[in-house]
């Protein structure tokens, strides 16, 4: 993993849904939009709350939604061109900010140029990959001919990739070159679980040479993570299970699954720092997720006391609610504009912005915690006590006390001299008796 991504932490944008842009492609007479410099007003807001990085999604010229793409080598005209997306680099990087580009190597659209020319091109043609029944996935083929191509998890506007064709490889080679010289750190790689992992390590031992300290990070939701990355030469993959575990566990008072998360988590931890996160642009936001209002904080502070590189959806720090629906246009919800500045968010995300911007502060001093390990002791159903501790480091830890129960409920204090660094409020001598719905972390010791 490139050194300077031991420090990071992300503020996920999706661009599109952020800037306000059109549902769909612009018309080719159509002008220009300029919205990657309604983006880069947020900048300082994005350095101000603690985050190194900003991962980006999908900013190349599609039909709609942006992971259907039709060219890998042109800013949508909906938020750019190149002179903006130059500038806004060029901010980025002035303020110390990595960028981080969203790269849907696993289908294209229908619009895409190659595929136009797969009927009468079997070079194109070799592209994309055939359906196994011989027949097209995802519905009626509109009277298309050659509806036996394969589609992306039954989106018939999402044509797969066949990842066997060298053509394929060395578009997805030079797409990635390309953008790494213009400045950005590394790939966010879409839908990666759809792709051999054996794809991803011809492609970066050919771009690492040339881009040796870039970061690649691949979507993956379930399965063994670590074989994953072994395999494919990533640096890291989203870690799906934790991301269930934090809310999942506070929903249903069972804590017995958030241990279980972290102690295959800190498994992970052993060869690579997983991409962690509390909420992202695929699903529910947290604060519309969690039943109980008051254990917004619980989640936030397991997400910044365990290993990994954790990302922050833009929002989630606001307390932003949206509900993710399996239907067109389902996505909206958890992808919505904001406004011209900060200045202008509601007063009512201010307590949740601050908790965020306080626990993002404790996280970074103690970068030690990316690759810690975490164990759960004093475990009950709405109750635990987190140990993250620098295996590296002997001496190194934070103890996170984590209350989800109606009682106060007094921690055994396994250490003397700890301090409360951070908490969901209410003062007392004992650092160790939270609050009921409270929650702590303790340092020292």
Not at 82 to 111: K, M, T
Not at 288 to 313: C, I, K, M, N, Q
């Amino acid at each position: 993993m490139a050194s300077w991504a031991d420090h990071a932490i992300w503020w996920q944008v999706y661009p599109l849904g952020f800037t306000g842009a059109e549902a769909a492609a612009l018309p080719a007479d159509e002008p220009v939009r300029h919205r990657l410099r309604h983006l880069e007003n947020w900048l300082d807001y994005a350095v101000e709350l603690g985050c190194s990085g900003l991962q980006l999604g999908p900013i190349f010229a599609s039909e709609t939604h942006g992971y259907d793409t039709v060219d890998h080598f042109r800013i949508d005209s909906r938020l750019g061109d190149d002179a903006d997306f130059d500038r806004f680099v060029a901010a980025a990087r002035d303020r110390g900010l990595h960028v981080l580009l969203d790269g849907v190597f696993n289908h294209v659209a229908r619009g895409f140029p190659v595929f136009g020319r797969a009927e009468a091109d079997p070079r194109a043609a070799a592209w994309f990959r055939r359906s196994p029944t011989g027949a097209e996935t995802g519905g009626d083929t509109g009277g298309d001919t050659g509806g036996d191509y394969d589609t992306f998890e039954g989106h018939r506007h999402l044509v797969a990739l066949n990842h066997d064709e060298p053509a394929v490889l060395d578009h997805v080679v030079r797409v990635m070159d390309h953008w790494l010289g213009r400045g950005v750190s590394g790939w966010r790689l879409d839908a990666a679980y759809a792709v051999p992992p054996q794809f991803w390590r011809r492609a970066l031992e050919r771009v690492r040479p040339r881009h040796p300290g870039a970061w690649f990070a691949g979507e993956v939701l379930h399965g063994d993570y670590a074989e994953y990355v072994s395999a494919s030469g990533l640096d890291s993959v989203t870690q799906y299970e934790l991301w269930k575990a934090i809310w999942s566990s506070l929903n249903d008072g069972n804590f017995y699954e958030l241990a279980w998360a972290l102690e295959r988590h800190n498994g992970f931890l052993k060869t690579f720092a997983p991409l962690t996160f509390a909420g992202n642009h695929d699903v529910t936001r947290l604060a519309s997720r969690l039943t109980d209002e008051r254990h917004l904080g619980h989640a936030l502070a397991v997400l910044f006391t365990v290993g990994g590189v954790p990302s922050v959806y833009y929002g989630d720090e606001q307390a932003y609610r949206g509900i993710k629906e399996e239907r067109a246009g389902g996505d909206d919800a958890v992808r919505p504009a904001f406004p011209g500045s900060p200045a202008e968010l509601p007063a009512a995300g201010r307590p949740v912005h601050g908790l965020h911007r306080r626990l993002i502060g404790l996280r970074r001093r103690h970068p030690w915690l990316v690759r810690a390990r975490t164990s759960a002791r004093n475990l009950d159903n709405t109750t635990v006590a987190l140990l993250s501790a620098d295996p590296d480091h002997p001496g190194e830890e934070l103890l996170t006390l984590l209350n989800a129960g109606d009682r106060p409920h007094r921690f055994p204090a396994g250490s003397t001299g700890r301090a409360v660094l951070e908490s969901s409020g209410g003062t007392t001598a004992d650092p160790y008796l939270v609050p009921a719905h409270g929650w702590r972390i303790l340092g020292g010791g």
